[in-house]
């Protein structure tokens, strides 16, 4: 079964950077279409972005043009870099498989705020 765990979430100013990783054990990770999901307090998790298995990305309206998903089939690994952060990007985010209702991992907390 596949696992997954989140790293690089962290405070941060509104207009920064931050670099979010998602390392996969288990599983065939190149076949996945993978994706970066966030959930904000009091809110239902939603999709931030996807990609597939040769590279295509999709993002959601809202982080369009801020943020970068790429991933390392190597390194069983996606990467979610997010540049020109606001408040209300604040949220945990997670990794999976899309369209995945399991294999949650723990998530990487990310908060924007002066």
């Known amino acids: 079964q596949v696992q997954f765990v989140e790293s690089g979430g962290g405070l941060v100013q509104p207009g920064g950077s931050l670099r979010l990783s998602c390392v996969a054990s288990?599983?065939?990770?190149?076949?996945?279409?993978m994706a970066w999901y966030r959930q904000a307090p009091g809110k239902q998790r939603e999709l931030v972005a996807d990609?597939?298995?040769?590279?295509?990305?999709n993002y959601a309206d809202s982080v369009k043009g801020r943020f970068t998903i790429s991933r390392d089939n190597a390194k069983k690994t996606v990467y979610l870099q997010m540049n020109s952060l606001k408040p209300d990007d604040t949220a945990v985010y997670y990794c999976?498989?899309?369209?995945?209702?399991?294999?949650w991992g723990q998530g990487t907390q990310v908060t924007v705020s002066s």
């Open positions: 990609i597939t298995q040769s590279g295509n990305t």
């Open positions: 999976n498989i899309f369209g995945s209702s399991g294999n």
């Open positions: 288990g599983g065939i990770f190149f076949l996945y279409v």
